[in-house]
């Protein structure tokens, strides 16, 4: 039979009396710890001026912008009516649907907020996000293979999966794809190119880098990834992921052109 069987590993990583502790939920409050304990080395290291105190409130900011951005991003692109005439649904998010792209502007807005009251760069802080933000990505890209959803389409390559939601059909384990890319590869360039101080001192591009490099590689990704069964595609060729993501191919390079004019004017 073609495709490796679905490892048999239960969503709910432990119970404790009535209180199930799922691999999902894990995975943000993992990534969330370590992208805060990640932050405050980068501060430490370079000297920046952020006192601990502020990093602690920074972090706090950062983590509703991505629940609730994330949550009622995914409402709004992929939950479909039944989201909105069930809203404590929005409450459930234990049972995974987050949205990169809701998240995202979640963030965004929870930073500008912070950088208001904080009297901090906003691209300063952005870029500190980026750095560690693939941890997370990744983290939750595996949370994805373990739900045993957002999986590939039907392939017969040797490494398919069956995935038993899927139909027990041999696909492409696509959240190990994104998870690699969106995860692995953009964390070791982000943090190569931010060591180096002539970009480190341009504050945004890295920021600019991580958006372009999350569009390109979703729009590329999506092909092996299976569309969303209440959307389908549109204009018969293109995934949600895929329309959601042009435009952040957009803004991030128009924000590293913009920086690096600036930077020679």
Same mark, same amino acid.
């Given at each position: 039979?073609?495709?490796?069987?679905?490892?048999? &590993?239960?969503?709910?990583?432990?119970?404790?009396?009535?209180?199930?502790?799922?691999?999902?939920?894990? @995975?943000?409050?993992?990534?969330?710890? &370590?992208?805060?304990? $990640? &932050?405050?080395?980068?501060?430490?290291?370079?000297?920046?001026?952020?006192?601990?105190?502020?990093?602690?409130?920074?972090? $706090?900011?950062?983590?509703?912008?991505?629940?609730?951005?994330?949550?009622?991003?995914?409402?709004?692109?992929?939950?479909? @009516?039944?989201?909105?005439?069930?809203?404590?649904?929005?409450?459930?998010?234990?049972?995974?649907?987050?949205?990169?792209?809701?998240?995202?502007?979640?963030?965004?807005?929870?930073?500008?907020?912070?950088?208001?009251?904080?009297?901090?760069?906003?691209?300063?802080?952005?870029?500190?996000?980026?750095?560690? @933000?693939?941890?997370?990505? $990744?983290?939750?890209?595996? @949370?994805?293979?373990?739900?045993?959803?957002?999986?590939?389409?039907?392939?017969? #390559? /040797?490494? /398919?999966?069956?995935?038993? /939601?899927?139909?027990?059909?041999?696909?492409?384990?696509?959240?190990?794809?994104?998870?690699?890319?969106?995860?692995?590869?953009?964390?070791?360039?982000?943090?190569?190119?931010?060591?180096?101080? /002539?970009?480190?001192?341009?504050?945004?591009?890295?920021?600019?880098?991580?958006?372009?490099?999350?569009?390109?590689?979703?729009?590329?990704?999506?092909?092996?990834?299976?569309?969303?069964?209440?959307?389908?595609?549109?204009?018969?060729?293109?995934?949600?992921?895929?329309?959601?993501? &042009?435009?952040?191919?957009?803004?991030?390079?128009?924000?590293?052109?913009?920086?690096?004019?600036? #930077?020679?004017?």
């Amino acid at each position: 039979m073609i495709g490796l069987p679905f490892p048999e &590993v239960s969503p709910i990583m432990f119970s404790i009396g009535p209180l199930a502790i799922r691999w999902y939920s894990m @995975a943000y409050l993992v990534g969330i710890v &370590v992208g805060w304990w $990640f &932050v405050l080395k980068k501060v430490q290291t370079y000297k920046l001026s952020l006192t601990k105190e502020q990093i602690e409130d920074f972090v $706090f900011y950062i983590t509703i912008g991505i629940i609730v951005g994330g949550r009622f991003g995914y409402a709004l692109f992929y939950g479909g @009516a039944e989201m909105w005439l069930k809203p404590w649904r929005l409450l459930e998010i234990w049972k995974g649907g987050m949205s990169f792209h809701g998240g995202v502007l979640g963030v965004v807005i929870s930073v500008w907020l912070f950088a208001k009251k904080s009297r901090y760069n906003f691209f300063g802080l952005t870029d500190l996000i980026v750095l560690c @933000a693939p941890i997370g990505i $990744f983290l939750g890209r595996m @949370a994805n293979f373990i739900n045993d959803e957002l999986w590939g389409r039907v392939t017969d #390559v /040797a490494w /398919a999966v069956r995935f038993p /939601a899927g139909g027990y059909l041999p696909r492409h384990p696509s959240q190990i794809y994104e998870g690699l890319f969106e995860g692995v590869i953009m964390f070791v360039v982000l943090n190569m190119l931010w060591q180096k101080t /002539a970009i480190r001192e341009k504050q945004g591009v890295v920021s600019g880098l991580f958006v372009l490099m999350y569009g390109l590689f979703r729009i590329f990704l999506e092909q092996y990834r299976e569309p969303d069964i209440q959307l389908g595609y549109f204009f018969g060729i293109l995934t949600m992921g895929q329309l959601l993501s &042009v435009p952040l191919v957009v803004l991030g390079l128009s924000v590293v052109v913009w920086k690096y004019k600036k #930077v020679k004017n």
